[in-house]
């Protein structure tokens, strides 16, 4: 349908995503909301704690700006930041159940481009294959569910409507203020679309590289890896939103919690930005999210490069 900005606004979430709506879809809408509300954040709750993530951080992940963010939105934000958080702890120690909760991602793949980076790194078999168990297991329930037509629907109309939101103008109180990607911290520099998606393929392939070569690393600390590797992931992203944030919130708290608490003004910039976002877009005209995210990316470069 057609938007007041000017642009198209489709359903761009693959079919997978079905398999959970459709279920809570024949409640009544209040109730619905609550009970999909109350379903997300104790998927993210159960996943944070079987990768063994402590309390106090889990708290400040899902009480931060970008968690809370999603919770109003009823979007799927926080629990896909939970699933790549809790995917990238136990690639380590148990490649498989990492694996199979990172290809649960199918529902929101954005989050997880850069997944088949951990596989040339570890050269991991056991997460390949617990990914596409998981992936090909949703694509396959969808098809025999509810027929082809779905993923026809999904290539062709739902992509028509993410070129033209991706497309659209960067101001103040439209999506693209709220977002995440370097295509659109461009566009925001008045960049025109072509040149800006050519900086966004060079930004997301140097992310892809960094991300190999992190993973085929040995002995390093497996927060700061799954911290890293979250950064790297929203740099590497053509699409997304500040409520994708979730899991650097989680990032950041894991890292402060690892120095006893100590925060600096980059963690509380980063954890609070979120909420600033929007408003200092309307400010200033320019979106800053991918120096936030460099900002924290480039500290813990520094420090790894250091110790």
Not at 41 to 66: D, H
Not at 256 to 273: F, H, M, N
Request: charged share 10%; with cysteine; net charge positive.
């Amino acid at each position: 349908m057609p938007f007041p900005a000017g642009y198209a606004v489709g359903f761009p979430y693959p079919p997978p995503i079905f398999l959970l709506i459709i279920p809570v879809a024949h409640l009544p809408f209040e109730l619905g909301f609550f009970v999909w509300s109350a379903l997300l954040a104790g998927t993210a709750v159960l996943v944070l704690r079987w990768a063994r993530l402590p309390w106090p951080v889990i708290a400040a992940g899902l009480l931060s700006p970008a968690a809370l963010w999603n919770d109003q939105l009823g979007q799927f934000g926080t629990v896909g930041g939970a699933l790549l958080v809790a995917g990238l702890l136990l690639a380590q120690t148990a490649p498989g159940r990492a694996g199979a909760l990172l290809g649960l991602l199918v529902i929101k793949p954005q989050i997880g481009m850069l997944v088949p980076a951990l596989w040339l790194g570890r050269g991991g078999a056991r997460l390949a294959l617990g990914f596409f168990v998981v992936v090909l297991g949703a694509v396959g329930l969808t098809l025999v569910i509810f027929g082809p037509h779905l993923w026809g629907a999904f290539f062709f109309q739902g992509s028509r409507g993410e070129v033209s939101l991706m497309a659209g103008h960067i101001a103040a109180g439209m999506a693209q203020s709220t977002g995440v990607t370097v295509f659109w911290m461009m566009r925001s520099l008045k960049i025109g679309t072509g040149l800006a998606a050519a900086i966004q393929v060079v930004c997301s392939l140097a992310a892809f590289g960094m991300c190999v070569r992190l993973w085929g690393r040995n002995g390093m600390d497996p927060i700061r890896r799954m911290a890293l590797t979250t950064m790297l992931f929203l740099i590497a992203m053509p699409y997304g939103y500040t409520d994708d944030m979730v899991a650097f919130s989680l990032a950041l708290a894991a890292l402060a919690a690892r120095r006893g608490w100590g925060l600096g003004v980059i963690d509380v910039l980063g954890w609070l930005w979120p909420a600033f976002c929007q408003p200092v877009v309307g400010i200033t005209g320019v979106l800053f999210t991918p120096l936030v995210v460099g900002l924290a990316l480039g500290r813990e470069i520094w420090l790894e490069r250091s110790a």
